[in-house]
């Protein structure tokens, strides 16, 4: 049903701006709108953390995390802070496909090699059963009308987490350990891992180190949206 409709708003090519109305050449978001966006240009390049200069960030110097790179276009911010909750939480898909067309739009703009597949961060199937879809296969569905391989049954959650808002780093890291199983496919293979959000990495972390010993050849952690 979600892909029927996005064909259906990509044939009637929107021809005003998603947030502030104004007429456009057909995309959905008009130049000023899409340049206020808080994307996220200074970044860590293994953490992907917002910061003033180029380089790894003091933490990632300390302890580099198991992914070779992490990357998100945006700082979670307004609106796009917004988008994610409404997707997470409302099931408001048109953010997903507005969020995924701009991620895949920056994504064309890296200089780094595509990844062969693409596994977004699995929900725990009691949690997928409640909520009833997973925002980061939504995200994803971009990605693969993009051409990327995307393979959301290569992940799956063994372990429930508790909600992570308002633990911290070391809670989440116990939380999360030994929490994933992944597909053997993954052997030889360049892997991104997709999340909505990436706060403090721990998921991707512990997903990254699941795919090492499964035998990926790289890990990617890739994200809508970085917390700072
Ligand atoms: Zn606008
Ligand atoms: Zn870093």
Redesign the pocket.
């Known amino acids: 049903m979600v892909d029927i409709f996005s064909s259906l708003t990509e044939l009637l090519a929107p021809s005003s701006?998603?947030?502030?109305?104004?007429r456009?050449d057909g995309t959905e978001?008009?130049a000023?709108?899409?340049d206020a966006l808080p994307w996220n240009t200074v970044a860590c390049p293994r953490c992907a953390l917002p910061q003033a200069h180029d380089g790894l960030c003091a933490h990632c110097a300390q302890h580099p995390p198991p992914f070779a790179a992490a990357w998100a276009p945006f700082r979670l911010a307004p609106p796009v802070r917004q988008q994610i909750h409404a997707l997470k939480y409302q099931a408001t898909f048109r953010h997903a496909q507005l969020l995924g067309r701009l991620f895949v739009d920056r994504l064309r703009t890296r200089e780094a090699p595509v990844p062969d597949v693409v596994i977004p961060v699995p929900l725990h199937p009691t949690r997928l059963w409640r909520r009833g879809y997973n925002q980061s296969v939504e995200l994803a569905r971009a990605l693969r009308r993009d051409g990327l391989r995307v393979e959301p049954r290569w992940a799956q959650r063994l372990r429930r987490t508790a909600d992570q808002i308002g633990t911290d780093a070391v809670a989440r890291r116990r939380q999360v350990a030994k929490a994933f199983a992944v597909d053997p496919r993954v052997a030889g293979l360049r892997v991104a891992l997709l999340d909505d959000v990436m706060t403090t990495g721990a998921t991707l972390a512990e997903l990254a180190r699941t795919c090492r010993r499964a035998g990926a050849a790289e890990v990617e952690a890739w994200a809508i949206a970085r917390a700072p």
């Open positions: 701006c998603t947030f502030c109305a104004a456009t978001l008009c000023s709108c899409r």
